[in-house]
């Protein structure tokens, strides 16, 4: 089973690459499913139906979130109406939406999605992700050998611990958030991939996706400046997982980067 995860979508130059380069990678890497953190697609800030169903669209199978989960407030009610949008499973009870879904791909198989937000200078209040991931994977059903986690978290220390928690109970545990990519992936000594960050799938002429400018006027001048989606070449950051279907172990995990070929000169900064 070759899983493809891809890290933090953001705004439209996230949502172009994939749409460009999405077809090409499920291609050659022989893609059976795939998984996208999206909670910074629409316009950098949320999810909207409408840029969820472009992705949809593309041949994005699954998504996940995060802490910009509710940022566009059409999502409180459209996560209610689909099932493959997922919200950090351990948001209490009563949030609307779930962080757990077990999909079927056209293998045969069964795989089991877990959404996590960590607790380490996120959301204080939110319910410990490492309960969380016991009480969900209690509840997993038997068939289901495969399970992939995205850990949303900011801090490196929270997510690999994580893995060390969940090496050999889940296939992989990937983190997302902090929208730089991580060179440490690895397969646990029990059989679970893991990376710390998987990056950002948007402009890297940018400050994590957001204009440079803008940025800059916030951290130099102090100025309450609202963020903006960087314009320009988008790059998608993901990690293949090659997991084994009887075990739900991963065999490889490996970083894949892919940029759009298609010159966005109109939107290029100069
Ligand atoms: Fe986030």
Redesign the pocket.
């Known amino acids: 089973m070759n899983l493809l995860f891809i890290g933090?979508v953001v705004g439209k130059p996230g949502r172009r690459v994939i749409s460009e380069q999405l077809p090409l990678l499920r291609n050659r890497h022989k893609v059976d499913l795939v998984v996208a953190?999206a909670?910074?697609i629409a316009d950098g800030a949320g999810i909207t139906q409408k840029t969820a169903e472009e992705l949809f669209a593309a041949g994005v199978d699954v998504m996940t979130n995060?802490?910009?989960a509710w940022d566009k407030k059409e999502a409180l009610e459209y996560i209610t109406t689909e099932p493959r949008l997922l919200r950090p499973h351990n948001y209490p009870e009563g949030t609307p939406g779930t962080g757990w879904f077990v999909i079927s791909v056209a293998t045969g198989h069964r795989v089991g999605i877990l959404n996590l937000?960590g607790n380490v200078y996120?959301h204080p209040t939110l319910a410990c992700p490492f309960a969380a991931a016991d009480t969900a994977l209690a509840a997993k059903p038997e068939d289901v050998k495969m399970v992939l986690v995205d850990l949303?978290a900011?801090v490196t220390s929270e997510k690999m611990a994580m893995s060390w928690f969940l090496d050999g109970r889940v296939s992989a545990v990937v983190g997302?958030?902090?929208?730089v990519p991580t060179a440490d992936e690895r397969v646990l000594p029990q059989g679970t991939g893991y990376i710390t960050d998987v990056g950002m799938t948007g402009c890297y002429d940018s400050v994590i996706g957001m204009n440079t400018q803008k940025a800059l006027r916030r951290f130099v001048l102090k100025l309450p400046e609202r963020f903006e989606v960087a314009e320009g070449m988008g790059t998608l950051c993901g990690v293949l997982l090659d997991i084994d279907e009887k075990t739900g172990l991963c065999r490889a995990i490996t970083r894949i980067r892919a940029t759009e070929t298609v010159v966005q000169s109109a939107v290029r900064v100069a």
């Open positions: 933090d953190n909670e910074n995060g802490n910009h937000m996120m949303h900011e997302t958030h902090t929208h």
